[in-house]
């Protein structure tokens, strides 16, 4: 994250209400930006085919719940390797090796594509799709898994801005073709769901364009492009696998009380492939907007504020700072934490109590159902306290607290997966509730465990093992990934 530090300390440095307008927008390009375009681009294509009048409803579903099924299962895959190849990104570029960037890419991409093609072929055994919508979802389905690899390692090159642009190129795109196709579906002729497969058709292309421009992008940053050690990022799961928890059971444990509501009152089956449930899902797309001004504030207070506390702490304790430094630095460090963190609590949750108030005047502009407007206001408390675990989870991160951000992410996984499972009977009058309440839990236990770490941080800086020294035993995944090396150099 400090990579980014410069240009807001510089924005903050300036004596100008517009030069702050401007680094809360950088920070919020930097972190929602595509996130945002994404789902702006969504929204936008399902108003615009909701105009569509030779569009019927059971087409504009069937194209929707194909991209939401593309996204969730692909975050899934997703945090299966995202925060350990990030930690074997990280090392790479802080110890100078670049040239081992792009084999590491390489081989994650060849393990997600190989993990989309086993998750969709699972996915065709019990659809009744036709075979060529199939291979649509599947195209789409491994261009939005290829974004996320591509993503992570232009953030980890700080390559924001190719990134941001990549996808708003792709959403402006995607939008264009989905209204172009919806505008003339009658002239098409591909039984049976002409009209969703026209649209789908249009999103994929979007995507691809981002895709490809992100890849344009990381084939500019990263020059040198050797082919050997493609697998050598995979001891780093033998090294640091409290990292692969921590990635997949939080990314899980955002959609375990959808995948389990799924199965619960009101739920909808369309043509008897795709298991979803309208009001609830719908509830939880929208609640999770309201996080957005946690993530800004989240960038801006640990660029602006934090960070030179932080440095100056672990410059102290690595370069022979004296007994006296260390202490009053911890001090000030723990003091710009604990003011930062109430400022993020305080006003995130000022807006989402905001949101929670108003939705009722909102739902009766916009003539919603009482019971989605129920459900929102339980789901944007779980997603406030959701907000609240990422975030405390990417500090105990940034203080090499692995083990504090597993039992995170676990605690999480579990409370919301119980939760779900022993509500579930309630039916409408439980929906949101296990969300709310899991999410709270995880909350709570991630507050007391960064407490407690903090409050010793100077311990855990002197004592804490040096792993680059520590020789590690082989095992599985360490041999799994010199197997396939050295399969690729034969």
Known sequence: ???????????????????????????????????????????????????????????RELFNISVAYCFIFSQVIFGLQQLVVTR????LIYERKLSDVFPAFIGMSKVTLLLALVTWGIFVSFSALPFLYEVLILALYVTINMIWVLFLFLSAAKNYQAVAYSFLVGGVI????????????????????????MLLLGFTFGMVVTMFGLLLSMLITFGERKTSGQFSYFHYFDRFPSLFWTGFLYNTGVWVCNWTIWFGEGRSILIDTFVYHRIYDTAIFWSYLTIVPALIIFVVSVETRFYDRYRVFYGNVNYGGT?????????????????????????????????????GFVGEFFNLQPILISIFRFTTIGAFANAMVLVITLILLYFEDRRGAMYTSICFFTANLVLSIALLP???????????????????????????????VDYHAFCQPNETRVKKPRTFFTRTGQLLNRQKAS
């Open 426 to 456: 309630l039916g409408f009058d439980g929906y949101g509730l296990s969300f709310s309440i899991g999410s709270t839990i995880a909350f709570l236990f991630a507050v007391i465990r960064l407490i407690t770490f903090i409050e010793k």
């Open 323 to 359: 007994l006296d430094q260390i202490k009053r630095s911890k001090a000030k460090m723990q003091r710009v934490l604990k003011q930062e963190m109430e400022r993020l609590v305080r006003s995130q949750g000022v807006f989402s109590l905001l949101v929670i108030l108003s939705i």
């Open 88 to 91: 074997y990104i990280a090392d």
């Open 174 to 197: 995607a939008v264009v073709a989905v209204v172009g196709l919806g505008m003339n579906i009658e002239r098409f002729v591909i039984p049976p769901h002409t009209s969703s497969f």
């Open 1 to 59: 994250m400090a990579g980014i530090g410069f240009r807001l300390q510089k924005l903050f440095q300036e004596d100008y209400f517009s030069s702050r307008i401007k680094a809360y927008a950088f920070a919020g390009l930097v972190t929602a930006g595509p996130w945002l375009i994404v789902i702006a681009t969504i929204a936008l294509i399902q108003w615009l085919t909701a105009q569509f009048t030779a569009l019927g409803q059971e087409e």
